[in-house]
């Protein structure tokens, strides 16, 4: 039997450090190497992203492919337009493939994809290979040790960690790589479904991603925003490995920021630079190893006085990236939604995904689709989507996270708790929706499992704990940087009032050139800044009502009446928040509510649930 002829298929892992997928790929001395990537459809039309994100990914592909080429001028990351599904069955005979090595992902889509793929290995004897690599530990491993359960606190993720033994140490990346083989795509692309292309509103010119197999030039090249039909990014963050390296080096050469990192003791106002290590993206496309990650910190915390240890050291950081890694892993598909998932507390939110209402059952809950069943409350989502809700604090971190595609924990924090229990009691599936599209780190598993957290629906339960959106910024930001920096509206105005505009005397208003006006959505007349949606305090007391009747109820995503409507009966009688009646099986109007906010009153009133009534109250706003 000749030599191997191996097709290494970079995925979570662009990088040639710590790459233990890559090692097995090399182990048995290839005859050939072909390092490709497949532009898979289902990333590129079915997964919400930003053209930020987009971008960070080309530079790490631009990166990855510049350092194999370092290693061996014929070779770089050849790039293939096509869906794995349909295109490994061509490639392993036109190439004459005997081995196909990736790394491991947990993903649920992933999952479901590698076993379709290993399914054709299998049919064209072709042998696979997989490694895992993108966690400390290998999350099914994880979720075995765990008695087959999802990790659902740090402890459990460290007591199964412990069963598992130390975290490998990371290994090297290597030195050379064999060339690779002649490339023939002598057959045809088989085109991709682009729609529904959830990623439509971004393009704002035609989109080419698929108009050969090989790229415009037919080199394999990279592809780039303008093939994808995007219009530029705006974050001012770059990815790649080479950079990615150098950062982590100017981290842990701070020996005493990186051994006595306290989580909660850093800022979620500061800016240029920030209090965190802003090493997520990397980690999300595999840029960075978190195993080098992990021990690079650890061996510096091992020989330093007075370290901080987990969960609150940057090692606790890389644990609950874990935690939820497993979770996700054992619960699959249901994880990132409520409707099937055992773990997840049933609260009555308003704008509920289609799904949850039972009509349509399926595994994609979070598809975008939701039911409007309260106007207010659309309303309301609507403002704190594009960081318009007239309070400061969350219009600057809406705006940073816009713009930029990464905001400090904390600031996650602030604006999922105000857009859940502690605000508007919106689904926290609208959230991670947004926080999908928006945040360059996205990961399936750590953005809904941290959404599920700070709505107290699954984690984390101590739903009376609110960060105020006045209060929590100023304890971080007496003098208002951060939204002087991304509200610039404001950037004037007094300190007393930067974070409540609403409460300054006219006088002090002109002074600093703004008026309170409007509700920020549409077009804004230069010089004003919103009126505070709605009395925080007396929204914070409805919301903490709500959520004790729900806890009292007590019904999990996967009970019946959940999945039937019958959970309204549970909550009749109750003068606290709680979902529009307006949807469920029978209600094809439920989505009407949409427009009739701009119609005011009418007969989407006489559907309003009780939490409507508390919504007509007056606010408490002084001028
Ligand atoms: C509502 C919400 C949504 C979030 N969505 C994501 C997401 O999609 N992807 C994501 O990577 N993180 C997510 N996080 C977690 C966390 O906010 C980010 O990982 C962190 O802010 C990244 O910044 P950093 O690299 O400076 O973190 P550092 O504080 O420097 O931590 C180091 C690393 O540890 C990991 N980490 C830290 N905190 C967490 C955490 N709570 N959960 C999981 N991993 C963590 C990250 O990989 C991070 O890079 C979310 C948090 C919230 C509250």
Redesign the pocket.
Same mark, same amino acid.
């Given at each position: 039997m000749g030599k191997p002829r191996v097709i290494y298929w970079f995925r979570t892992d662009l990088r040639l450090h710590d790459s233990p997928a890559l090692k097995a790929a090399l182990e048995p001395d290839p005859a050939v190497l072909w390092p490709i990537f497949t532009w898979d459809p289902h990333y590129v039309y079915r997964t919400k992203g930003g053209v930020n994100r987009w971008q960070y990914l080309l530079d790490c592909q631009n990166d990855l492919s510049k350092s194999i080429n370092k290693l061996n001028p014929k070779s770089k990351l050849f790039v293939l337009r096509e869906a794995p599904q349909t295109l490994f069955p061509k490639l392993f005979k036109a190439w004459n493939v005997t081995h196909l090595v990736f790394e491991k992902d947990t993903d649920s889509y992933a999952r479901e994809r590698d076993q379709a793929i290993a399914d054709i290995a299998q049919k064209a004897g072709v042998e696979i290979v997989t490694r895992y690599g993108r966690t400390l530990w290998d999350s099914d491993e994880v979720v075995a040790k765990n008695g087959g359960k999802p990790t659902m606190s740090i402890t459990q993720l460290q007591t199964a960690g412990h069963k598992i033994g130390e975290i490998p140490r990371p290994i090297a990346a290597p030195e050379h790589l064999p060339d690779p083989g002649e490339m023939p795509v002598n057959f045809d692309q088989e085109p991709p479904n682009a729609q529904p292309d959830l990623n439509a509103a971004h393009r704002g010119k035609d989109d080419k991603t698929y108009n050969s197999i090989a790229g415009p030039k037919g080199d394999f090249a990279i592809e780039t925003l303008e093939e994808l039909g995007f219009v530029a990014a705006t974050t001012p963050h770059r990815g790649g490995e080479t950079l990615a390296q150098k950062k982590l080096d100017c981290i842990i050469a701070d020996e005493k920021y990186a051994a006595t990192?306290q989580?909660p003791k850093?800022s979620p106002a500061a800016f240029e630079p920030?209090?965190?290590?802003?090493?997520?993206?990397?980690?999300?496309f595999g840029a960075l190893s978190?195993r080098l990650?992990y021990w690079r910190v650890q061996d510096l915390v091992s020989r330093y006085k007075g370290a901080s240890s987990p969960p609150e050291s940057?090692t606790g950081?890389?644990l609950?990236?874990d935690?939820?890694f497993a979770a996700a892993a054992a619960i699959g598909p249901a994880f990132t939604q409520t409707l099937n998932n055992p773990y997840i507390r049933f609260i009555p939110w308003n704008l509920p995904s289609k799904d949850e209402s039972g009509t349509e059952v399926g595994i994609n809950a979070i598809s975008g689709e939701y039911h409007v069943d309260s106007a207010q409350a659309e309303h309301w989502f609507q403002r704190w989507k594009v960081g318009v809700t007239g309070f400061p604090w969350i219009d600057a971190l809406m705006r940073q996270l816009r713009e930029e595609g990464?905001?400090?924990? $904390?600031g996650? *924090?602030s604006? %999922?708790c105000f857009l859940t229990r502690g605000g508007c009691y919106v689904h926290w599936e609208r959230?991670?929706d947004v926080?999908?599209e928006l $945040?360059l780190? *996205?990961?399936? %598993?750590?953005?809904a499992?941290?959404?599920q957290?700070?709505s107290c629906t699954a984690f984390f339960s101590q739903y009376y704990r609110c960060y105020s959106p006045v209060v929590f910024g100023q304890k971080w930001d007496k003098s208002g940087a951060l939204i002087r920096r991304w509200v610039p509206e404001l950037k004037d105005l007094d300190e007393k009032f930067v974070y409540e505009p609403w409460k300054a005397s006219k006088g002090a208003l002109g002074k600093a050139g703004v008026k309170i006006e409007g509700d920020g959505l549409g077009e804004r007349k230069k010089g004003t800044y919103p009126e505070p949606m709605f009395d925080f305090g007396e929204r914070r007391e409805i919301c903490i009502a709500a959520m004790k009747k729900a806890y009292q109820v007590g019904l999990h995503g996967d009970d019946e009446r959940v999945k039937n409507g019958t959970w309204r009966e549970l909550f009749e009688d109750d003068d606290s928040e709680v979902q529009g009646v307006g949807v469920g099986h029978d209600d094809e109007h439920a989505d009407d509510a949409e427009h009739e906010t701009h119609k005011g009153k009418g007969k989407r009133e006489a559907k309003q649930g009780p939490m409507d009534r508390h919504l007509v109250k007056k606010q408490k706003t002084e001028s």
């Open positions: 990192f989580k850093t920030q209090s965190t290590t802003l090493l997520s993206p990397f980690l999300h978190p990650f940057l950081q890389l609950f990236r935690m939820y990464w905001i400090h924990h $904390l996650r *924090h604006l %999922a959230g991670a926080f999908e $945040l780190d *996205h990961e399936p %598993a750590c953005n499992g941290n959404w957290w700070l």
